[in-house]
């Protein structure tokens, strides 16, 4: 088999992965709206304008979620950009992200139930860590892969690896930091996740992630 084959092969592995992946993350996106509900059999006293105001919290969850996973889906395809073949072990992380990404239907639907009530604190402290598990994912895929470059390719340079590491290094913590601040704050905790989605969403911030 000479080297031309070699890479087609290894190309056809990595767009496999990229293919599954892609079909994970639109399910578990599409999955977002089934809790923002159409209000029925409202009281006499209430109008269809003031029950759809009430549904604010799912609203502001299903946003927040939509747009998380649309970085996550960009960052994805980012990697595989990079990353030319695979193994078993990159397909072992790879799946532990996915299954990260297929409970934030979940963990949204917690938070938008519980937002604004006692047990916010702790609906905020699962959904935190729902994205804290997440981005400790992202960096096992992409520090396997980048590890003496064993997954790359042959013309990324190492500026951009040192770079990507930098960035990579940063999400852990945040989110974290997103974690312990739910124990306390619910909303800020939220607030802190809202930014950090429309940084990331700025060209600057996904340039840098």
Known sequence: MDQKEIVSRDEKETGRVEAFSDGVFAIAIT?????????????????????????????????????LIGIMWINHHKLFTLIKRSDH??????????????VVPFTTSLLAEYIGHDEQRVAA?????????????????????????????????????????????????IYFLCLV??????PLALGMTIALV???ALPLGANSR
């Open 31 to 67: 999955l977002l709206i089934l809790d923002v509900r159409v209000p029925r059999d409202l009281p006499e006293t209430t109008t269809l304008g003031d029950a759809l105001l009430k549904q604010w919290p799912s609203y502001l969850a299903f946003v927040t979620s939509f747009a």
């Open 89 to 102: 072990l990159l397909l072992v992380f790879n799946a532990l992200l996915l299954l990260g990404a297929t």
């Open 125 to 173: 402290m699962v959904y935190m860590g729902n994205f804290f598990a997440i981005a400790i994912f992202f960096n096992l895929i992409w520090r396997y892969a980048a590890h003496g470059r064993r997954l790359l390719g042959q013309d990324v340079l190492e500026d951009e690896v040192r770079s990507i590491n930098r960035s990579y290094s940063l999400g852990p913590p």
């Open 181 to 186: 601040i739910a124990y306390f704050s619910a």
């Open 198 to 200: 429309i940084f990331y």
